[in-house]
């Protein structure tokens, strides 16, 4: 069982910068396939950005590319996305979650979620 709770959410101009923390709980963390999704109301959840366990597989979605970074500390127990050249189309609420596969590229692949951190980005 892998607790994930997400942090760092909120409100920032266009162009600014957030930092986004997801920090689990257990040693399996250092197993895990690492994603961070975002979901705005009447969508599906989108996968943004993820990582594998041993920091060589990453992930970016097109809309992102060139402007977030995802990472991991193993030894924290904590993954981030660091969030740079925000637009208002990146506003939604962000998830972080955790997945037992090798590689998970969809929603369904992930094992465990975090409660959200909102993330509002105004014009």
């Known amino acids: 069982q892998v607790q994930l709770v997400e942090s760092g959410g909120g409100l920032v101009q266009a162009g600014g910068s957030l930092r986004l923390s997801c920090a689990a709980s257990?040693?399996?963390?250092?197993?895990?396939?690492m994603g961070w999704f975002r979901q705005v109301p009447g969508k599906e959840r989108e996968l943004v950005a993820a990582?594998?366990?041993?920091?060589?597989?990453?992930y970016y979605a097109d809309s992102v590319k060139g402007r977030f970074t995802i990472s991991r500390d193993n030894a924290k127990y904590t993954v981030y996305l660091q969030m740079n050249s925000l637009k208002p189309e990146d506003t939604a609420v962000y998830y972080c979650?955790?997945?037992?596969?090798?590689?998970?590229?969809?929603?369904?692949?992930?094992?465990?979620w975090g409660q959200g951190t909102q993330v509002t980005v105004s014009s």
């Open positions: 979650g955790a997945s037992g596969r090798v590689l998970a590229g969809s929603e369904s692949g992930y094992d465990y």
């Open positions: 257990g040693r399996a963390f250092r197993t895990y396939f």
């Open positions: 990582i594998s366990w041993n920091h060589i597989t990453t």
